[in-house]
């Protein structure tokens, strides 16, 4: 696996903002990093096999438990989840996303290194897949970990990895309760310059819907003075399940889309900041509907 490069020579620039701590080196596996580097990145366009298209279900998620799923938990089990073999496996899945003939596509990425201080990604939330495939796109350029729902720190395979990468752990049922964890949490974490990714809908969703995005990364950006970086995404190849919603459906083809924006710094009481995230991701997330349709 490569590995994002170290800060250059005496006297040479870097290939890109090296991040206040360096990425690991990680020396098993034969899965590259992808997004070392670069501001784009777009991912190869790929013919599934017949045995894809016929049963993309347990293709996939067969694929899924007992390629990274299983290797990771097995890593975390030991101890040994660090950042580099976490990121690893998050490369492995969109892999196995590309395999099944989904590209990947990414804009924005210099602006994950934009400012020398950890930031906090403030997204939309639309499958398991993001959770899976951001820590590859991130890490390698800065530290960093999410704030998650209660759920994804207990549940089997999932719940080891989660613990850790040492997340923020909110339980959805008490806002205010909430509210003080991202708050204390997220103050101490940028303090030890871990950056954030903070979904702020109440729920996984297809659609954007502004009334159900909640300014809580805002308050923390303007608690802390850490810059907000925009992210929207497009991840329904991997779809919701109805009976367990990280086993959803999916659907060879479908384009795996991301867009960092332009960091901000919040002023005063961070409404107009709040609406410039909320307009850029609706913008992205209309833009690529249009294009791709929904997986519905």
Excluded at 89 to 101: Q, Y
Excluded at 141 to 162: A, C, H, N, Q, Y
Excluded at 178 to 194: I, M, N, Q, S
Aim: aromatic share 8%.
């Amino acid at each position: 696996m490569t590995h994002a490069p170290e800060a250059g020579t005496p006297g040479e620039a870097p290939a890109f903002p090296v991040a206040p701590a360096p990425f690991p080196p990680f020396t098993e596996g034969h899965i590259p990093n992808k997004y070392g580097s670069g501001d784009t990145y777009r991912g190869p366009r790929v013919t599934p096999g017949l045995l894809t298209r016929l049963a993309p279900f347990p293709s996939f998620y067969s694929r899924l438990f007992l390629g990274p799923v299983a290797w990771l938990s097995r890593r975390a089990a030991q101890g040994r989840c660090d950042d580099a073999a976490w990121a690893y496996a998050s490369d492995w899945v969109t892999d196995l996303m590309e395999r099944i003939g989904c590209p990947v596509d990414i804009d924005g990425m210099d602006a994950i290194t934009a400012t020398e201080e950890p930031c906090i990604f403030v997204a939309n939330h639309m499958s398991t897949l993001e959770t899976f495939m951001l820590p590859g796109i991130i890490r390698p350029r800065r530290p960093v970990t999410f704030v998650v729902k209660e759920s994804l720190v207990t549940m089997p395979f999932f719940g080891p990895i989660m613990r850790s990468r040492d997340p923020i752990v909110v339980g959805r049922t008490n806002p205010r309760e909430d509210l003080a964890a991202v708050l204390d949490g997220g103050a101490e974490r940028l303090g030890r310059g871990v950056s954030l990714v903070i979904f702020p809908q109440s729920t996984r969703s297809l659609t954007f819907d502004e009334r159900h995005f909640n300014s809580i990364a805002v308050k923390l950006g303007r608690k802390t003075g850490a810059p907000l970086v925009p992210l929207a995404l497009k991840t329904d190849a991997w779809g919701q399940g109805r009976k367990i919603k990280e086993l959803g459906p999916v659907k060879p083809g479908m384009p795996i889309r991301y867009r960092f924006g332009t960091p901000l710094r919040v002023s005063g009481n961070g409404k107009e900041e709040h609406a410039a995230i909320c307009a850029f991701i609706a913008a992205a997330l209309g833009e690529w509907q249009a294009k791709d349709g929904i997986n519905a």
